[in-house]
């Protein structure tokens, strides 16, 4: 699944769940006018990956109201799914994810489900255009190909402006929540139970997979890539050892941990009191594995059909590109799905849309690509701080910081162009003295996004013991980043087939990739951090030069 700048937005904010209450999530809305970074003048480089559509940002913990998995907080983004209100219901299996798991949750992390194809399959794709014409699909201006490094996309078939709308997919060939079931049973257990959308989606995805050709979607679950490289498909050995120095981490385990959480639930509730609907040899562990992929690289959200979530074949053929800011939605007038184009394309040119402004962590999380170095102006790296339990006012501020929402141990994203307000706030409070003890709320909820005070909140007093906090956290990560670039030269593969040898080194590259992009930006946000103290500080030596120059005049 391998993609490099390009990926479906359904709306130009759109995320899968809107009822995010976390407070990074806000703190992402906005970066601080201070420090502003140099431009690049990196050339971006549109990629060569497969397309998928948008979704959440993380499927993280409270799927549903009673299951309440203990993970830790997250540094990105989260989403909730609604609640399924299922009364009295048990706490479900907790599965930590780890490299002495189960082969449920580790080691079959690489195997393939029994459906869909190879990532650059044509064969299937084509028999997918086929039939999405004989079942209502307008004549198209693109065609499925290949695409770089033999990848699919969509290239123009004929000239097409800029400004023209293309796709017209019409709603009967959408699968949502209200699609018809091969197994009615099946749909009505579910239904019954109230599942949310996604579980309910993931489920149908499977038991349409196994009906085969009886299902009237046997060519798109064909075209389907039978095992994607988003982290979703990564051991935990594998994200130990690749991605040990970046956040990115901590988000795919909390992923994975998610995705188990879920089907334990599933089967406990459901699958179990209904084993010849839901037999274990079809609805299992490794099968929910593939169908949560799906969904998260390639389910969107249409504004237009009142947020309705749907996966819209053809639709995510459409590859991602940093250059372009065109998406997905529902157009009334035409009644079907659409997208603008931003640019004009010539016959054989690749077309794109764009996945939307996520980081290159984001992207390797969900679709399984990294951006080449430079490429992605939405880059960001997430800068873990926390406070020191040496601090004399530890408890004081850890009150302030839990009455807001926030933890001891805080990650805040760091872009090219600079850093949320936020990030400064949590810094303010980790060096303030116990004389401020009185302003440690205010700073806690200037930190969180939750204040209502000014946003440029500042500290003269102790700004150059925060910004040296910042720096010392920055410096602490590059060094982290720079011991795993420096070894990954010489990381032994424990592989025995050339299959697993190709995908070992594809991931390691992968990591490497991302570890570059990050560190990049650490590097900016050192060199910005650096400069601004040695300008506080010799400013301060001059004023004191000055001092000690009047007061020698009036001695």
Request: hydrophobic share 35%; proline share 6%; glycine share 4%.
């Amino acid at each position: 699944m391998k993609n490099e700048t390009r990926r479906l937005r359904t709306v130009k904010t759109a995320h899968i769940m809107e009822n995010d209450q976390s407070p990074i999530r806000a703190s992402r809305l906005g970066f601080s006018s201070f420090p502003t970074f140099p431009s690049l003048s990196d050339k971006v480089i549109p990629s060569q990956f497969p397309a998928m559509a948008e979704a959440s940002r993380i499927f993280h913990s409270t799927l549903f109201p009673t299951l309440s998995l203990q993970l830790s907080k997250p540094c990105y983004n989260s989403h909730v799914y609604p609640s399924l209100s299922l009364k009295k219901a048990p706490r479900p299996v907790q599965c930590s994810v780890s490299t002495s798991e189960t082969k449920s949750t580790s080691s079959n992390a690489t195997q393939e489900v029994p459906w869909g194809c190879d990532i650059d399959s044509l064969e299937n794709a084509e028999a997918l255009q086929k039939w999405l014409s004989n079942s209502g699909l307008p004549p198209q201006k693109m065609a499925i190909d290949k695409v770089a490094v033999g990848e699919r996309g969509l290239v123009a078939l004929k000239n097409i402006r800029k400004g023209e709308k293309l796709l017209f997919v019409p709603p009967p060939l959408f699968i949502t929540a209200d699609s018809e079931w091969s197994s009615p049973e099946a749909g009505l257990v579910l239904k019954q139970y109230s599942v949310p959308d996604w579980p309910l989606l993931a489920t149908y995805l499977i038991s349409e997979a196994s009906a085969q050709k009886s299902s009237r979607w046997c060519n798109y679950i064909s075209a389907l890539p039978r095992q994607p490289y988003s982290l979703l498909y990564w051991t935990r050995a594998e994200l130990d050892r690749y991605l040990e120095a970046s956040q990115i981490r901590q988000r795919a385990i909390e992923r994975v941990t998610d995705v188990i959480g879920t089907y334990n639930d599933l089967r406990l509730r459901i699958f179990s009191k209904y084993p010849d609907i839901f037999p274990e040899e079809v609805f299992n562990m490794e099968t929910f594995r593939w169908s949560f992929g799906i969904l998260f690289s390639r389910l969107v959200r249409l504004p237009s059909m009142d947020g309705k979530v749907a996966l819209v074949p053809w639709a995510d053929m459409l590859n991602h590109s940093c250059e372009v800011e065109t998406f997905l939605d529902y157009d009334k007038s035409s009644q079907g799905v659409v997208f603008t184009t931003d640019r004009a394309y010539q016959p054989g040119e690749q077309v794109f849309i764009s996945y939307g402004k996520k980081s290159n962590g984001e992207l390797l999380l969900s679709y399984g690509f990294v951006p080449k170095e430079g490429a992605n102006p939405s880059d960001s790296v997430e800068l873990p701080l926390s406070l020191k339990k040496s601090d004399k006012c530890y408890k004081e501020k850890l009150e302030a910081l839990r009455k807001h929402g926030l933890s001891t141990s805080q990650c805040y994203p760091i872009q090219i162009t600079g850093w949320p307000l936020e990030l400064m706030a949590y810094a303010y409070l980790a060096v303030s003295p116990p004389s401020m003890s009185k302003q440690f709320d205010e700073i806690a909820a200037a930190a969180s996004n939750k204040s209502t005070i000014k946003k440029d909140l500042r500290y003269p007093d102790i700004e150059e013991k925060a910004l040296q906090f910042i720096l010392d956290s920055c410096e602490s990560s590059i060094s982290k980043y720079s011991k795993f670039l420096q070894a990954s030269g010489s990381m032994g593969l424990d592989v025995t087939t050339p299959k697993q040898l190709n995908r070992r080194v594809f991931l390691k590259q992968l990591a490497v990739d991302l570890c570059t992009s990050e560190q990049r930006i650490l590097f900016r946000a050192q060199y910005i951090l650096r400069t601004r103290l040695r300008d506080m500080r010799s400013g301060e030596l001059r004023a004191l030069r000055i001092f000690d120059g009047l007061r020698n005049i009036f001695k």
